[in-house]
């Protein structure tokens, strides 16, 4: 973990009073003239990346006056430890054997909560966060409306009238593939017509590009006539109603859009070796299925790591009002997943993350909502489970093209548990 400049008292009582009991956090109090403290440094920094459940802080003595006053700090650099909110030791001068030392008498790699996520945890577990935002836009009634003006007629009303869903479905994949949205992998050049063949540079997105929601920007120079073209990574649906190109992040995005104008509810899949699809629930088989705009196919959850040949880890869908680990339905053995590929993250400490990104997302649903989610859920790991012990007696080499899907065995598992919770199948 990086070493963090602290400038404030308050800054830093609150990394004491919100730090694991079993934290150890060091405080290097340092001033730029000052030799020893300029050598020192480095190996500060290298401590930082050798221990990992501990908080590596400096202070500027020059500038942070209240932290200096506070803790009587009148040489430098002088070393001061915390843990559970107490100081516990000091070291003076610039003593690599010394800090280190009073590092390891105090040092703990497991946190007093062992679900409270380590920093390495932590910031791999950050970039779920920003997709809750993303799906609060497929909800948006204006852009559901603009969504709907450029629909083919008639969906929602089909829909309505209790027209099967995957008919409907695969007929919105269809026009949303061959019809409306393109992909796109390197321009063509629009003043001498030569496609590019290098790759695009990292570019600053101008204020037209940002308001778009485009965080970044690829910039393409062209081979033949210099001229520069830009590719906006645009976040916000809306905007790609408009460009109607991307990569499967647009796709997934933009269909995510239309999906909920068409009335279908939908989630959002974030796979973390670098692809994103959808995921619709059907209200007559109540389940979800696989939906992937990019390929037009759904129901095929097995198509990344059979067809592809994809190492998946973690396949995390966002619902506008709930978050689920759902990648057991888009991998053929579980527990060699768990045993020996998933350690980016303790599993308890990303169930504990996800349980509260997850009661987050469902602030102001009703009970009855957030009643229907659970019992959805009980189904939804039951229905992987069955669908792994299928595919797991079938074999590997033996599913050929089969990538996964319904079988009868999970619809009467499924119809248990719904009739135990008090729920019925419709037109069951």
């Given amino acids: 973990m990086p070493v963090r400049e602290v400038s404030r008292l308050p800054e830093l009582n609150e990394i004491l009073e919100t730090s694991d009991s079993n934290r150890l956090i060091i405080v290097d109090f340092f001033a730029n003239w000052c030799g020893p403290c300029r050598m020192i440094s480095p190996a500060f920094e290298r401590m930082s990346m050798e221990f990992g459940n501990a908080t590596f802080l400096k202070v500027n003595t020059d500038l942070a006056r209240d932290v200096v006053m506070r803790y009587s700090i009148s040489a430098m650099p002088t070393f001061l430890f915390f843990k559970n909110k107490q100081q516990v030791d000091s070291v003076r001068g610039a003593n690599e054997s010394a800090i280190i030392s009073t590092i390891r008498k105090h040092y703990s790699s497991t946190p007093a909560n062992p679900n409270a996520a380590s920093d390495e945890e932590k910031k791999f577990l950050e970039r779920f966060v920003g997709y809750t935002e993303l799906r609060k836009m497929h909800t948006d009634e204006v852009f559901k409306a603009l969504a709907r003006s450029v629909m083919p007629d008639g969906i929602s009303d089909r829909l309505e009238s209790g027209e099967d869903e995957k008919k409907v479905l695969q007929e919105l994949l269809d026009w949303f593939k061959n019809d409306f949205f393109a992909w796109f992998d390197r321009p063509t050049c629009p003043k001498c017509t030569l496609k590019c063949t290098t790759e695009g540079l990292n570019g600053t997105p101008t204020k037209e590009e940002k308001d778009g929601g485009a965080g970044r920007v690829e910039v393409y120079i062209c081979d033949g006539c210099n001229s520069e073209m830009r590719f906006p990574r645009y976040n916000d649906p809306s905007k790609l109603l408009q460009t109607c ?17 068409a009335g279908l509810e939908n989630r959002f899949v974030l796979d973390t070796t670098d692809h994103v699809w959808n995921e619709v629930y059907l209200k007559k088989e109540q389940r979800w299925i696989h939906v992937d705009p990019c390929e037009n196919t759904m129901d095929r959850p097995l198509l990344y790591t059979r067809g592809w040949k994809k190492q998946l880890k973690y396949c995390i869908a966002y619902g506008h009002d709930h ?18 590929e998933r350690n980016e993250v303790r599993q308890g400490v990303l169930e504990n993350f996800l349980g509260k990104l997850n009661a987050r997302q469902m602030a102001g649903a009703t009970e009855e909502r957030k009643r229907e989610l659970a019992v959805r859920r009980v189904c939804e790991l039951m229905e992987m489970m069955v669908l792994e012990a299928k595919n797991q007696r079938i074999g590997w080499e033996k599913l050929g093209e089969d990538m996964g899907g319904r079988t009868t065995a999970s619809v009467n598992a499924h119809a248990v548990i719904l009739r135990l919770s008090g729920y019925k199948l419709q037109n069951s």
């Fill in 245 to 261: 190109t991307g990569r499967c992040g647009e796709w997934a995005n933009c269909f995510g859009l239309i999906l909920s104008a």
């Fill in 323 to 340: 978050v689920a680990d759902v990648t057991w339905r888009y991998v053929f053995d579980s527990k060699k997943l768990v045993a020996e």
